[in-house]
C-alpha cells in the first residue's frame, strides 16, 4: 500500500454517499437553524426574509459548500493543511479556518449544556418552573451547573468523535439525522393546529403565525433595509451550511472519489434549507398564537425565554411538546459540535500526524478549560464590552463576534480570492466533475466565487467590523 494510501486509511472515510450527506446535514443542522432562523425570519418580514435566504442557499451557499467540499476532497487534508497544499502561499488561510472551530466549540458546547439543562427540567415535569421571569439569567449565572452540564453536553460530543469518522459520526448522524427530521415535522404540523385566547378575549391560531411567517411584508420596505435583510440571511447561511469554519473542508476530505459531489451538495442544500424552514413552521407559529407578533421580539432568548413560557401556558400537553422540542434542539446541537470537534481533531491528525486519541485528548482538555472560563463569564468573570459592531458582550459573545463576525467572512473571502483568481475555479470544476459527472450550475458557480461572492463578503466584513452601518 503506497504512503498516501497508508495515510488516508488512517484518516478514516465516509462509507457512502448516504453517509456523507447525513454526517454534513447534521453538521449544517445545528443551533442556526433551530434557534436563529426562526427569529431573524420574524424580525426581517417573514416571507421576505425566506425568499431571499432561498435565493443565497442556491448561489452564495452553494458556492461556498462546493468549494469546501471540493478542496477537501482533492487534497484528502484537514483545513489546517488542506489550503497549503491548494497553494504554497496561501497556507494562512487554513491557520484562520482552523482558529474558527476552535474559538467556537467551548461556547457552543457551553450553549448546548444550557439545552441539555433546560430538557433535564422538560423531562422531570417541572417545565413550568422554566417559565417563570429571571429563571434563565439565574440558571446561566450560577456558579456551578453551568459547567456541569456544558461538561456533560461535551462529553457526549467528544465520544462520538472519540470513535472516529465511520463509527463515531457516520453512524451516529444516520441514526439521529431521520429521527430528528420526524420530530421536527411532528411539531411543526402540531404548531399550526394551535389555538389560544389570551387575557383580552383575544383568539389567535397557529395559522396566523403562519401567515406571518411566509407571507412577505414589504411594509416601510426601503433599499437600507433590504440590505439589512441581505446581510442578516448572509449571516445566518454561514451558520447553516457551517462554511468557513474549515468543517466542510475536513468533511470532504472524507468523501470517496466516485462519490458524485454536487448531486450529494444539492442533498445537503435540501436537507439544511427543509429543517431551517420547519424549525421556523414550528417556532413562529407556536409563539405568535399564544404571545401575539410581538413575541417574536425576544431575539436570541426566544428558545430559553419565550417558548418555556409558552410550553407552560399549553398545559400538560406543553410538558410534552417542550421535553420533544428540547430533544430535538440537543440532537441537532450535538451533531453540529461534533462536525465543530472533527475540523480541530483532523487538523492535528494532519499537521502534527497525531493518532486520534490524542488528538482528541488535546481537544478536549482545551475545550474543558476554556468552557468553563466561557460558563464563568455570566458569573465571578462577568464584563461588558463594547464591540465593533456596536452590541455589548461578554466571554461567550466576544469568542462568538471574532469567530463569526470577523474571521467567519475573512476567511471565506480570502478562500473566493485564491479559488477564483489564482489557482483559478477549473480547479474546482475539475474536482466536481471527476468520474464525469455534470456539474449543472458551473457557469453560475464561476461568477458566483470571481466576483459577487467576494463583494457580498467584503460588506458584511466591513458591517461586522462596525465601518459600514445599515
Same mark, same amino acid.
Given at each position: 500500500?503506497?504512503?498516501?494510501?497508508?495515510?488516508?486509511?488512517?484518516?478514516?472515510?465516509?462509507?457512502?454517499?448516504?453517509?456523507?450527506?447525513?454526517?454534513?446535514?447534521?453538521?449544517?443542522?445545528?443551533?442556526? !437553524?433551530?434557534?436563529?432562523?426562526?427569529?431573524?425570519?420574524?424580525?426581517?418580514?417573514?416571507?421576505?426574509?425566506?425568499?431571499?435566504?432561498?435565493?443565497?442557499?442556491?448561489? *452564495?451557499?452553494?458556492?461556498?459548500?462546493?468549494?469546501?467540499?471540493?478542496?477537501?476532497?482533492?487534497?484528502?487534508?484537514?483545513?489546517?493543511?488542506?489550503?497549503?497544499?491548494?497553494?504554497?502561499?496561501?497556507?494562512?488561510?487554513?491557520?484562520?479556518?482552523?482558529?474558527?472551530? &476552535?474559538?467556537?466549540?467551548?461556547?457552543?458546547?457551553?450553549?448546548?449544556?444550557?439545552?441539555?439543562?433546560?430538557?433535564?427540567?422538560?423531562?422531570?415535569?417541572?417545565?413550568?418552573?422554566?417559565?417563570?421571569?429571571?429563571?434563565?439569567?439565574?440558571?446561566?449565572?450560577?456558579?456551578?451547573?453551568?459547567?456541569?452540564?456544558?461538561?456533560?453536553?461535551?462529553?457526549?460530543?467528544?465520544?462520538? /468523535?472519540?470513535?472516529?469518522?465511520?463509527?463515531?459520526?457516520?453512524?451516529?448522524?444516520?441514526?439521529?439525522?431521520?429521527?430528528?427530521?420526524?420530530?421536527?415535522?411532528?411539531?411543526?404540523?402540531?404548531?399550526?393546529?394551535?389555538?389560544?385566547?389570551?387575557?383580552?378575549?383575544?383568539?389567535?391560531?397557529?395559522?396566523?403565525?403562519?401567515?406571518?411567517?411566509?407571507?412577505?411584508?414589504?411594509?416601510?420596505?426601503?433599499?437600507?433595509?433590504?440590505?439589512?435583510?441581505?446581510?442578516?440571511?448572509?449571516?445566518?447561511?454561514?451558520?447553516?451550511?457551517?462554511?468557513?469554519?474549515?468543517?466542510?473542508?475536513?468533511?470532504?476530505?472524507?468523501?470517496?472519489?466516485?462519490?458524485?459531489?454536487?448531486?450529494?451538495?444539492?442533498?445537503?442544500?435540501?436537507?439544511?434549507?427543509?429543517?431551517?424552514?420547519?424549525?421556523?413552521?414550528?417556532?413562529?407559529?407556536?409563539?405568535?398564537?399564544?404571545?401575539?407578533?410581538?413575541?417574536?421580539?425576544?431575539?436570541?432568548?426566544?428558545?430559553?425565554?419565550?417558548?418555556?413560557?409558552?410550553?407552560?401556558?399549553?398545559?400538560? /400537553?406543553?410538558?410534552?411538546?417542550? *421535553?420533544?422540542?428540547?430533544?430535538?434542539?440537543?440532537?441537532?446541537?450535538?451533531?453540529?459540535?461534533?462536525?465543530?470537534?472533527?475540523?480541530?481533531?483532523?487538523?492535528?491528525?494532519?499537521?502534527?500526524? *497525531?493518532?486520534?486519541?490524542?488528538?482528541?485528548?488535546? %481537544?478536549?482538555?482545551? &475545550?474543558?478549560? /476554556?468552557?468553563?472560563?466561557?460558563?464563568?463569564?455570566? !458569573?465571578?468573570?462577568?464584563?461588558?464590552?463594547?464591540?465593533?459592531?456596536?452590541?455589548?458582550?461578554?466571554?461567550?459573545?466576544?469568542?462568538?463576534?471574532?469567530?463569526? !463576525?470577523?474571521?467567519?467572512?475573512? %476567511?471565506?473571502?480570502?478562500?473566493?480570492?485564491?479559488?477564483?483568481? +489564482?489557482?483559478?475555479?477549473?480547479?474546482?470544476?475539475?474536482?466536481?466533475?471527476?468520474?464525469?459527472?455534470?456539474?449543472?450550475?458551473?457557469?453560475?458557480?464561476?461568477?458566483?466565487?470571481?466576483?459577487?461572492?467576494?463583494?457580498?463578503?467584503?460588506?458584511?466584513?466591513?458591517?461586522?467590523?462596525?465601518? +459600514?452601518?445599515?
Amino acid at each position: 500500500m503506497s504512503e498516501k494510501k497508508e495515510k488516508t486509511a488512517k484518516r478514516g472515510s465516509f462509507t457512502g454517499q448516504l453517509g456523507f450527506i447525513m454526517a454534513a446535514a447534521g453538521s449544517a443542522v445545528g443551533l442556526g !437553524n433551530i434557534w436563529r432562523f426562526p427569529y431573524l425570519a420574524a424580525k426581517n418580514g417573514g416571507g421576505t426574509f425566506l425568499l431571499i435566504y432561498l435565493i443565497l442557499v442556491v448561489t *452564495f451557499g452553494f458556492t461556498l459548500l462546493t468549494t469546501e467540499i471540493a478542496i477537501g476532497r482533492k487534497t484528502k487534508q484537514s483545513p489546517l493543511t488542506a489550503y497549503k497544499n491548494v497553494h504554497e502561499k496561501w497556507g494562512g488561510i487554513g491557520i484562520l479556518a482552523c482558529l474558527v472551530p &476552535t474559538i467556537i466549540l467551548p461556547y457552543y458546547c457551553s450553549i448546548g449544556g444550557w439545552v441539555l439543562k433546560y430538557l433535564s427540567v422538560f423531562v422531570t415535569g417541572q417545565g413550568t418552573a422554566a417559565a417563570e421571569d429571571g429563571y434563565f439569567t439565574s440558571y446561566i449565572t450560577s456558579n456551578t451547573e453551568p459547567i456541569v452540564w456544558m461538561l456533560i453536553y461535551f462529553g457526549i460530543t467528544a465520544l462520538i /468523535v472519540f470513535f472516529g469518522v465511520e463509527k463515531g459520526i457516520e453512524k451516529f448522524s444516520k441514526v439521529l439525522m431521520p429521527i430528528l427530521l420526524v420530530m421536527i415535522v411532528a411539531i411543526a404540523i402540531y404548531s399550526l393546529t394551535l389555538k389560544h385566547t389570551d387575557a383580552s378575549g383575544e383568539t389567535r391560531t397557529g395559522l396566523q403565525g403562519l401567515a406571518v411567517y411566509l407571507i412577505p411584508d414589504f411594509t416601510g420596505m426601503t433599499v437600507k433595509k433590504f440590505f439589512m435583510i441581505l446581510m442578516d440571511a448572509m449571516g445566518q447561511l454561514f451558520f447553516s451550511i457551517s462554511v468557513a469554519m474549515g468543517i466542510m473542508v475536513a468533511y470532504g476530505s472524507y468523501v470517496p472519489k466516485d462519490t458524485n459531489l454536487i448531486k450529494s451538495i444539492n442533498r445537503i442544500e435540501i436537507f439544511d434549507t427543509a429543517v431551517a424552514f420547519l424549525a421556523g413552521l414550528m417556532v413562529i407559529p407556536t409563539v405568535v398564537a399564544f404571545t401575539g407578533v410581538d413575541g417574536m421580539s425576544q431575539g436570541p432568548g426566544l428558545m430559553f425565554v419565550s417558548l418555556p413560557k409558552v410550553f407552560a401556558s399549553m398545559g400538560t /400537553v406543553g410538558q410534552i411538546i417542550g *421535553f420533544v422540542f428540547f430533544l430535538i434542539v440537543s440532537f441537532a446541537a450535538i451533531t453540529s459540535s461534533v462536525s465543530v470537534m472533527e475540523a480541530i481533531v483532523s487538523s492535528l491528525m494532519d499537521k502534527f500526524r *497525531f493518532s486520534r486519541r490524542r488528538s482528541a485528548v488535546i %481537544v478536549a482538555v482545551y &475545550t474543558a478549560i /476554556v468552557g468553563v472560563i466561557v460558563c464563568m463569564g455570566y !458569573n465571578r468573570l462577568y464584563f461588558e464590552l463594547t464591540l465593533p459592531n456596536g452590541s455589548t458582550g461578554q466571554v461567550l459573545d466576544i469568542l462568538d463576534y471574532i469567530s463569526n !463576525n470577523v474571521l467567519m467572512p475573512v %476567511v471565506a473571502l480570502l478562500t473566493c480570492l485564491l479559488i477564483g483568481w +489564482v489557482v483559478k475555479p477549473d480547479y474546482i470544476i475539475e474536482e466536481v466533475t471527476q468520474g464525469k459527472y455534470k456539474f449543472g450550475r458551473k457557469g453560475l458557480y464561476v461568477v458566483m466565487i470571481k466576483f459577487i461572492v467576494p463583494i457580498l463578503l467584503f460588506v458584511l466584513l466591513l458591517q461586522s467590523l462596525g465601518i +459600514v452601518k445599515l
